[in-house]
Nanobody
Framework: QVQLAESGGGLVQPGGSLRLSCTAS????????LGWSRQVPGKQRELVAR???????YYDDAVKGRFTISRDNAKTTVYLQMDSLKPEDTAVYYC??????????????WGQGAQVTVSS
């Protein structure tokens, strides 16, 4: 089992910056990838960014060039640095960890969510 604890949400003006943090505990050696998803009312949860065991990264087109995902050397904490924030970035952001199960399946663990509001 993996537990994820998030911090760093808040209110910021357009053009500002914010950094989210997520610390994993439990069976952290099983984690293959760490990522961030976001959700707004009336919309499905969408993957924003992910970092893999080999250091490879994925970004949704909506955040490329503005958001940066990273992790510590122990691979237990993942960060999302958000720059040049826009009102459309307003959402609840969820940390997630992917753990391989069997030959072709994954189990995903989720953090509790952090509210990010971008408004003047």
């Amino acid at each position: 089992q993996v537990q994820l604890a998030e911090s760093g949400g808040g209110l910021v003006q357009p053009g500002g910056s914010l950094r989210l943090s997520c610390t994993a505990s439990g069976s952290v050696f099983e984690i293959d990838g760490l990522g961030w998803s976001r959700q707004v009312p009336g919309k499905q949860r969408e993957l924003v960014a992910r970092i893999y065991s080999d250091g490879g990264r994925y970004y949704d087109d909506a955040v490329k060039g503005r958001f940066t995902i990273s992790r510590d050397n122990a691979k237990t904490t993942v960060y999302l640095q958000m720059d040049s924030l826009k009102p459309e970035d307003t959402a609840v952001y969820y940390c997630n960890a992917a753990v391989p199960k069997g030959d072709s399946d994954l189990t995903t663990y989720w953090g509790q969510g952090a509210q990010v509001t971008v408004s003047s």
